[in-house]
Antibody, heavy 124, light 112 residues
Framework: QGQLQESGPGLVRPSQTLSLSCTVS??????????WSWLRQPAEKGLEWIGR???????KYNPSLKSRVTISIDTSTNQFSLNLNSVTAADTAVYYC????????????????WGQGILVTVSS | DIVMTQSPLYLPVTPGEPASISCRSS???????????LDWYLQKPGQSPQLLMY???NRASGVPDRFSGSGSGTDFTLKISRVEAEDVGVYYC?????????FGQGTKLEIK
């Protein structure tokens, strides 16, 4: 079964770019009809969906972050990545990567595998 | 954005007793294909969220049959027939009808 692991710096300076990678193991990142998503969760708060990339490379982003976020897929490394620029303290959160798998005949991709999460703190 | 509202936000339950969580959406999650684009996730303490139910009423792989999901349109319910100690955590509903996907505030289930 698939496993996901986030990696990247745990501390980012304000106004800089937050860059995270999610390594997919146990199968090819393009080995099925998947959406690969990034989500985040500030301390003691709820979940926010950031955006997704399909195995085809097409993307969708949360409009609240759209101007600052880029999600891409790298088939050579079996990873997908998140770049969030111009960060502020409000971007401090645990960041999760997750896989959405197509449910047959439904056009829906529930998030069936999640990484363990990585805490990113924005501070000078 | 679609607003998801859960109740209650805190749910203390005696082991062996049933539990129920409500989730309401600001617009119908029922698509023309007949599916409700509503999932339930459980975030156990110190863990990442895990999928419990998808498309309203389908249990994810490995989820015990004491969990059930129901509802359609804008009103949904997650039920646990007999709560066990391992069920503690925060339960979230999430809509997938349109991006951005949005979550409810979460319902924290604790054992009495």
């Amino acid at each position: 079964q698939g496993q996901l692991q986030e990696s990247g710096p745990g501390l980012v300076r304000p106004s800089q770019t937050l860059s995270l990678s999610c390594t997919v193991s146990g199968g090819s990142i393009t080995g099925g009809n998947y959406y690969w998503s990034w989500l985040r969760q500030p301390a003691e708060k709820g979940l926010e969906w950031i955006g997704r990339v399909h195995t085809s490379g097409s993307t969708k982003y949360n409009p609240s972050l759209k101007s600052r976020v880029t999600i891409s897929i790298d088939t050579s490394t079996n990873q997908f990545s998140l770049n969030l620029n111009s960060v502020t303290a409000a971007d401090t959160a645990v960041y999760y990567c997750a896989r959405g798998t197509l449910v047959y005949n439904s056009d829906w991709f529930p998030l069936d595998y999640w990484g363990q999460g990585i805490l990113v703190t924005v501070s000078s | 954005d679609i607003v998801m509202t859960q109740s209650p936000l805190y749910l203390p339950v005696t082991p062996g007793e049933p539990a129920s969580i409500s989730c309401r959406s600001s617009q119908s999650l029922l698509r023309r294909n007949g599916y409700n684009f509503l999932d339930w996730y459980l975030q156990k303490p110190g863990q990442s969220p895990q999928l419990l139910m998808y498309l309203g009423s389908n249990r994810a792989s490995g989820v015990p049959d004491r969990f059930s999901g129901s509802g359609s349109g804008t009103d949904f319910t997650l039920k646990i027939s007999r709560v066990e100690a391992e069920d503690v955590g925060v339960y979230y509903c999430m809509q997938g009808l349109q991006t951005p996907y949005t979550f409810g505030q979460g319902t924290k289930l604790e054992i009495k």
